[in-house]
């Protein structure tokens, strides 16, 4: 079906007129209205109530029809849309999670619990034994930073030595 010539407006005058029917669904069809005339009636139903009944399942197909290619016309649309706007789905995701974000940032649990660990860390780090372990720690890493600084010197100055030999100019 051509998209330029349907009519997408749902209110008009001419919805479903002039319409190609080859892009109908062909099962649709099938098991629909089309479908029922070799199905025997149902009991207490007069054949032209079944006539009545097969009428108006068509024009709901065709509703549904009409309404499936108006849906698919506004999605096309909104991608384009998007589009212009530079708008993607990875940007989409981005603005979700950044709001999302700061919707947590901004829940009461979230400020609850930031005001309970900062105070936690204020206790943690005022205590004599927070700042002896702290102390501790620090010493023993400059001390470690002193003694393999040593052992490099140690390990260049052999290496030097070694290349002065006699014998290790003949691996060169």
Do not use: C
């Not at 993607?88 to 999670?97: D, H, M, S, T």
């Not at 919707?103 to 936690?120: C, F, M, N, P």
């Amino acid at each position: 079906m051509d998209p330029a010539s349907q009519d997408i407006n749902l209110n008009s005058p001419n919805k479903g007129l002039n319409r190609d029917r080859s892009d109908n669904l062909s099962d649709v069809q099938e098991e629909g209205a089309m479908g029922n005339s070799a199905h025997p009636l149902p009991p207490g139903l007069t054949e032209e109530e079944a006539e009545e009944l097969r009428i108006e399942l068509t024009k709901v197909e065709e509703e549904i029809n009409t309404l499936r290619q108006v849906l698919s016309a506004k999605e096309r649309h909104s991608s384009e849309l998007k589009r212009k706007l530079g708008l993607n789905p990875l940007n989409e995701l981005k603005q979700n999670i950044t709001k999302s974000w700061q919707d947590v940032q901004t829940s009461q649990a979230y400020v609850r619990t930031t005001e309970k660990l900062g105070e936690w860390n204020e206790r943690v780090t005022g205590s004599d034994l927070y700042k002896k372990t702290q102390e501790t720690l620090s010493e023993a890493g400059h001390k470690t930073t002193a003694a393999l600084s040593t052992l490099g010197t140690a390990i260049s100055r052999r290496l030097g030595d070694m290349r002065a030999l006699p014998f290790s100019n003949s691996f060169r």
